[in-house]
């Protein structure tokens, strides 16, 4: 899952205001940027290599340190340790690692395979990427759409006011996630336009999730602070 994960940080931020919204969006994708750490560590190999290759359907990663359920629990304590300092709130710390675990949970029914502790242990997930990646996608969309319902609708009961113009801006980035996993789930962007085989340093995989991470980690961090309050309520 890739937008939907964002929406979870946006609810928590709303819950726990001591928290920074930032802080929040990078817990709720850990798993996803110590993938990306990993990748370039050659512990997590990410195939195939080229991003206009890459489909939801074919790629292939193990990601035995980032994801699996055994490294979650390095990771929970990792992080409940990271919000209790970082904000001197014991809460905060608990809520991080309620973030890290929703991440797996959502992972399980959307998202890659994982595993107990590595590819020849227990499989933990449904895989849907690899064997229905619309099926996977309509899940997160359906995720996302009731949590960003749920969002607006609790900022409004608290006087939240917000312009059409910023809703718009913040929909369009989960829109964003949801149409950039439509558009690969199973052709590659070789195979719909017909791209011809180079290679110009940057059109590797990996650069372009991180890209797609990055814009719309920093989206959501711009516009959704921005808002008003009704002084009536």
Not at 38 to 45: A, I, Q, R, V
Not at 117 to 124: P, V, W
Not at 168 to 180: D, L, M, N, R
Request: glycine residues 6%; neutral net charge.
């Amino acid at each position: 899952m890739l937008a939907g994960h964002f929406t979870t940080a946006l609810i928590v931020k709303q819950k726990f205001p001591k928290g920074t919204l930032l802080y929040f969006l990078m817990i709720s994708q850990l798993q996803d940027f110590l993938w990306f750490i990993f990748h370039y560590l050659g512990l997590e190999p990410t195939n195939p290599s080229d991003a206009f290759d890459a489909t939801l359907s074919n790629m292939a990663v193990d990601m035995l340190y980032s994801h699996d359920l055994l490294s979650q629990l390095f990771w929970l304590a990792i992080v409940f340790l990271l919000g209790k300092l970082l904000f001197k709130n014991t809460k905060i710390g608990l809520v991080s690692m309620a973030l890290v675990s929703i991440q797996f949970v959502l992972d399980f029914f959307s998202g890659h395979m994982h595993h107990i502790f590595g590819a020849d242990t227990m499989e933990a997930g449904l895989g849907l990427y690899a064997s229905n990646p619309y099926l996977a996608i309509l899940i997160e969309a359906l995720f996302s759409f009731g949590a960003m319902w749920y969002f607006f609708r609790e900022e409004a009961k608290k006087g939240i006011i917000r312009t059409t113009k910023n809703r718009i801006a913040i929909i369009s980035v989960f829109a964003y996630g949801i149409i950039f996993m439509l558009l690969i789930a199973t052709k590659s962007f070789r195979e719909l336009f017909g791209i011809p085989e180079f290679d110009l340093g940057f059109n590797t995989n990996m650069p372009t999730l991180i890209f797609t991470y990055g814009a719309m980690l920093y989206c959501l961090n711009y516009f959704v602070p921005k808002f008003t309050l009704d002084k009536k309520k």
